[in-house]
């Protein structure tokens, strides 16, 4: 295929907007295998890019925004990047690494290189806080309440860090529940899976209670969650009540009103006696749910320790994470 004839699938596409294989097999006359193999080239070279799932497949151009120059990175940089960054775009779209963060550069008009070295700087202040990978958040609790219910809290990350915004697990988090995608939630439970094992046998979990939504999904993130991770294990059962006017947690901007909320709204119906619990949620902002439902297990004396797991937790004290 002649060089003029990609040129030419460019142009068709720049002034439609978006094509699909079979328009571009209409309108040039030539074969879908012949089709198919100029727009494999036109993406690979980053002048095409694709969108939807089959069977519904348009493609459309690549902005300059996503052509940002790259080699500007020195080895060290990149190397820390590419293992670190990940953005969800507006457009739905899931880009790692360099790639990425060089999107996310262009879209905020910044130098790759400069703002790769602010950014890794930034990571290492908060990546400080993990201990084999995984953020104790005992402290902010013991600086929150009185009583704290939980022997432990620990947290996979944090939720967002300044400047950057959110990290991979909060981009994770907050698209998988907001989308009810069941592939993002699958892949989210294989990017924590090892190290809630981690957890789970370092402090010898006998049991695991997943905290229940409060707001009625079709796709239930919990629910998802808990059958993508197949734990092996007894689980805690724990029944959020439901009232006549339902107030999801997030929604809550004082600390004793989330005390309240949580207090009176979840329920564990449990007289198994087991030794070490681990509770999962999905991010923790306050802790109130955690440590409420933890106070319920202590009054009804069936653990002897309980332990919280949170896949994201915010940085400050408290700090409501209001989007998930």
């Known amino acids: 295929m002649k060089t003029e004839t990609a040129d030419n699938i460019v142009d068709f596409i720049r002034a439609k907007g978006q094509a699909t294989a079979k328009e571009l097999t209409a309108h040039f006359m030539i074969s879908y295998q012949a089709v198919f193999k100029q727009l494999k080239k036109l993406q690979t070279s980053g002048r095409l890019k694709k969108i939807g799932s089959a069977p519904k497949v348009y493609y459309i151009i690549n902005e300059p925004a996503e052509n940002f120059n790259t080699e500007a990175l020195n080895q060290k940089l990149a190397r820390i990047v590419e293992e670190n960054y990940f953005i969800i775009t507006p457009a739905g779209e899931m880009k790692k690494g360099v790639a990425g963060f060089a999107y996310w550069c262009a879209k905020q008009n910044l130098p790759i290189e400069k703002t790769a070295g602010e950014y890794v700087k930034t990571l290492a202040k908060y990546q400080?806080?993990?201990?084999?990978?995984?953020?104790?958040?005992?402290?902010?609790?013991?600086?929150?309440?009185?009583?704290?219910?939980?022997?432990?809290?620990?947290?996979?990350?944090?939720?967002?860090?300044?400047?950057?915004?959110?990290?991979?697990?909060?981009?994770?988090?907050?698209?998988?529940?907001q989308s009810?995608?069941?592939?993002?939630?699958?892949?989210?439970?294989?990017?924590?899976?090892?190290?809630?094992?981690?957890?789970?046998?370092?402090?010898?979990?006998?049991?695991?209670?997943?905290?229940?939504?409060?707001?009625?999904?079709?796709?239930?993130?919990?629910?998802?969650?808990?059958?993508?991770?197949?734990?092996?294990?007894?689980?805690i059962a724990i029944t959020k009540i439901k009232t006549p006017i339902i107030i999801p947690q997030k929604t809550l901007n004082k600390l004793q009103d989330r005390i309240e909320n949580a207090r009176s709204t979840f329920v564990v119906d449990e007289n198994t006696k087991y030794n070490n619990i681990l509770l999962i949620d999905d991010a923790v902002g306050s802790g109130a749910t955690l440590n409420e439902i933890a106070g319920r297990i202590k009054q009804k004396n069936f653990a002897r320790k309980i332990i919280g797991l949170a896949i994201t937790g915010s940085f400050k004290g408290f700090d409501v994470i209001s989007e998930v």
Do not use: C
């Open 128 to 177: 400080a806080y993990k201990k084999g990978g995984i953020i104790s958040g005992l402290l902010k609790l013991r600086q929150t309440f009185t009583p704290v219910n939980l022997n432990e809290l620990f947290y996979l990350d944090f939720y967002s860090i300044e400047r950057f915004g959110k990290t991979k697990l909060g981009q994770l988090l907050l698209y998988s529940k």
């Open 180 to 235: 009810q995608n069941r592939k993002l939630i699958r892949q989210l439970a294989e990017e924590i899976k090892p190290q809630v094992e981690k957890i789970i046998s370092r402090h010898k979990i006998s049991a695991v209670g997943f905290i229940p939504p409060t707001v009625k999904r079709e796709v239930q993130f919990m629910k998802e969650l808990k059958n993508f991770l197949g734990l092996a294990l007894p689980l």
